[in-house]
């Protein structure tokens, strides 16, 4: 099998990136919309529309008001550079008509997703072989929580694609000693910072493990990296043509001051805290969403990798090890489930890719079947499962879902279990003209009514006076104890549940308000 894949990689690149690309394309629109999906659409739409500015009216598209207006739109839930909303304004006005409105914004994560998963499948094969390369690809595509984002049209996708990326070129750079990799490492880094300021941090644990590794190589090849970096950021980002001070003081101040800026709760082990947490949060949390065949394997391939100083475990393991240093440095953000810190799971995918093929040389050929289905067959089941709530996944490691929420874990955030079922009922069973309130971001659902999902007539309110039925997303974090105490002893009309376990609840009021302190900003 490993020497089928080996004489064979380029079909098997190509299978690996339109198999997974398939399957999101197939369910791009199952997830619910999320929260901050709104605002990025509206700016990937403006994006579309400087454009078409620039190609009529050059003049005025190049004047800084209009590119901050166009380009910085609602700054609050828009706080990133524009990058990641650069693909999903080119892939909603490609397939606009084609594939619809949601899916056309969401195409642009799924193809990176899907080329992430090519990406680790030939950095794996050139580092260990077919087997280790098909066990970090296998890895990456079956992490739930991966796959779900994988979905949505947001940072997390992009930066982790581009990240990776990143490593991988200055890894093939060094490997190989070629300074092409170090340009296409260079092209990664930007792309990376230009989606998400810690896409900035991606250049550290490289810089680490290639002055281990090579410093002569490194010394050379990484400036050039870096200097394309700079320049890919900045060519694509209008507004650092105009006034590069202004936005790069707003981003690094906001970027480090999470706290002050966009302070947001987070449940953990049964407590609510307001921004920082316990020390172990990183690392139970990492357990916790990893399936744990997948988890093992993992575990396996750094064991393994680290004694023999295999060069691709040192940097994936430096990686995994440098992003939960980060995240117990005072002031991290750690809220929404593993967000922060999702760019440590494809390292964790690449060791547990080295972990499958260390542990394929280990046993005889007749149990080499059985070693697949143990490591990938229960989270292959997992993920067709839970779809398309791969948010909400936890592994076995605390008992699914069921499990976490008897820990006091966070089960659902984002809106995203606002699902077709959701929508259906509300369709069907809410009188005309209903007026709900919706607690979490009743934004999410006005798109819905855009795109066709929802009925125009319910009026989606953001406070509870004056409305007639209240929408619950069961966001443990932005909820008072008082108000979780009322939705224990009050029944909704209808409820979205995971193994029994409420995501979203539909209650006809006077059903509970939350204090305004409360409100999620």
Not at 62 to 78: A, G, I, K, Q
Not at 161 to 169: K, L
Not at 309 to 325: E, N
Request: proline share 7%; with cysteine.
């Amino acid at each position: 099998m490993e020497r089928w894949i080996e004489e064979h990689r380029g079909w098997t690149t190509w299978a690996l990136f339109l198999g997974t690309l398939a399957a999101l394309v197939l369910t791009l629109d199952d997830p619910g919309i999320t929260w901050d999906e709104p605002a990025y659409f509206g700016s990937a739409q403006l994006q579309v529309e400087w454009v078409r500015m620039l190609l009529t009216e050059p003049s005025t598209a190049l004047n800084r008001e209009t590119v901050f207006e166009m380009w910085d739109w609602d700054h609050y839930h828009n706080p990133h550079p524009p990058i990641y909303k650069e693909g999903m304004a080119l892939t909603w006005w490609a397939t606009k008509g084609l594939i619809g409105q949601l899916a056309g914004y969401r195409l642009a994560p799924a193809l990176l997703f899907s080329a992430l998963v090519a990406i680790a499948f030939r950095w794996g094969m050139a580092a260990w072989g077919g087997m280790g390369g098909l066990g970090a690809a296998l890895s990456i595509v079956l992490m739930p929580r991966l796959f779900g984002h994988a979905h949505i049209g947001a940072t997390e996708t992009p930066l982790i694609t581009f990240w990776t990326a990143a490593s991988a070129a200055a890894w093939w750079a060094v490997e190989r000693k070629s300074r092409v990799w170090w340009v296409v490492a260079g092209v990664a880094l930007g792309l990376a910072a230009g989606t998400k300021f810690t896409g900035v941090l991606a250049v550290i644990p490289v810089a680490a493990w290639g002055l281990w590794r090579d410093r002569r190589a490194t010394v050379r090849g990484l400036p050039l990296a870096i200097g394309i970096g700079i320049v890919t950021f900045w060519a694509l980002n209008p507004m650092l043509w105009f006034d590069p001070g202004h936005f790069l003081g707003v981003w690094l101040w906001e970027s480090l001051h999470r706290g002050d800026y966009a302070p947001i709760s987070t449940y953990y082990l049964g407590r609510v805290y307001t921004f920082s947490l316990p020390w172990h949060h990183v690392f139970v949390m990492t357990a916790a969403v990893t399936p744990l065949g997948i988890l093992v394997l993992a575990g396996l391939g750094a064991f393994w990798g680290l004694r023999r100083f295999d060069p691709l475990v040192i940097l994936s393991a430096g990686t995994v090890v440098f992003v939960w240093a980060l995240l117990l440095l005072p002031g991290a953000p750690h809220h929404n489930g593993v967000r922060m810190f999702i760019v440590l799971f494809p390292f964790l995918g690449m060791l547990s890719g080295y972990g499958l093929h260390s542990a394929w040389r280990r046993i005889a050929d007749r149990g080499r079947e059985a070693l697949l289905a143990i490591a990938f067959l229960p989270a292959t089941v997992q993920l067709a499962w839970i779809h398309p709530l791969e948010l909400s996944y936890y592994g076995e490691i605390v008992g699914s879902v069921r499990g976490a929420d008897r820990l006091g874990l966070e089960t659902t955030y984002w809106m995203d279990a606002c699902t077709e079922p959701v929508l259906e009922w509300m369709n069907r069973a809410l009188p005309p003209d209903a007026k709900v309130w919706v607690f979490g971001n009743e934004i999410t659902l006005v798109f819905q009514q855009a795109y066709g999902r929802l009925r125009r007539d319910i009026e989606l309110r953001s406070e509870g006076p004056g409305s007639e039925w209240a929408l619950v997303l069961m966001w443990r974090g932005i909820m008072s104890p008082e108000f979780v105490a009322e939705l224990e002893n009050t029944r909704p009309a209808y409820a979205l549940e995971l193994q029994g376990v409420p995501l979203v609840a539909i209650y006809r009021l006077g059903s509970p308000t939350p204090p305004p302190e409360e409100r999620p900003r």
